[in-house]
């Protein structure tokens, strides 16, 4: 049983409950990682005995009701769709040209249920962007010191009388977080354990009141697509 097998898994487990309702007909986001995964395989080329290399921007085209219904899940579908691809290609020995790029577009070229991905190797700088998930939204953390809370003067408002005016801190020096709990009444949980201070790895999940909070850092690239490089090295 493999990353892919229990990521699969996993993300089965959300279409048969939080987003049961969302896919009673229609695409469902594990054909979207069928997809993702057959274009790695099917562009994956072999630069040398140690290197192959395979695409890392996607564009999954779908049709109308379908890209309504996997757009409303929100970021968090990028994000599992994101870690497949990283899983395939660790588990395939896969390399990549610069950060992993997805992005979902309606296609009213395609009927419901039918997925279309493009694909192409685009290399560049890749910046490691730190973000909290809550509540269902998102923000990137663009602070030293991040504190989220039940107070306006709290730099996350978060909408929960389970939870202290200012509850929880998140500090980040660009390479590594933790948490710190600012002496909350209720306490606060860092993936399932009591916390008072820790590190933060990401995917770490933080949990105050009714609140949940994942902590993750997100891949971007400076794009530069390679074949427009190799057209500028022939024309000089």
């Known amino acids: 049983m493999g990353l892919l097998d229990n990521f699969e898994r996993g993300l089965e487990r959300a279409v048969n409950g939080v987003f049961a309702k969302t896919f ?11 997809a993702l995964r ?4 099917t562009k994956a080329a072999v630069v040398s005995r ?3 290399l395979v695409p890392n921007k ?10 309504q219904r996997m757009t409303a899940i929100g970021p968090m579908l990028i994000d599992e769709l994101t870690q497949l691809v990283q899983n395939h290609a660790t588990a395939q020995g896969y390399q ?8 979902l577009t309606e296609d009213p070229g395609l009927s419901e249920g ?8 685009v290399k560049g700088e890749v910046s490691w962007t730190p973000v909290l998930d809550v509540a269902g939204k998102r923000y990137p953390i663009v602070k030293s010191r991040t504190i989220v809370g039940r107070g306006h003067d709290a730099d996350i408002t978060v909408d929960d009388t389970g939870i ?14 933790q948490v710190n709990d600012l002496g909350s009444t209720n306490g606060s949980q860092l993936n399932g354990e009591p ?3 820790a590190p933060l790895a990401p995917e770490s999940v933080i949990q105050i009141g009714r609140t949940r909070i994942v902590f993750r850092v997100l891949a971007q690239s400076s794009d530069v697509d390679l074949r427009d490089e190799r057209d500028r090295g022939t024309q000089k």
């Open 50 to 52: 140690e290197r192959i």
């Open 164 to 177: 202290s005016r200012k509850h929880v801190e998140v500090l980040w020096d660009g390479k590594r977080a």
């Open 24 to 34: 009673k007909s229609g695409l469902a986001p594990i054909e979207i990682t069928s």
């Open 38 to 41: 057959r274009e790695l395989d």
């Open 114 to 121: 039918m997925i279309r991905v493009d694909s192409q190797n």
């Open 195 to 197: 916390v008072s201070k």
């Open 96 to 103: 990549f040209a610069g950060g992993i790029s997805i992005h």
């Open 58 to 67: 996607f564009v999954v085209r779908l049709g109308r009701s379908d890209y």
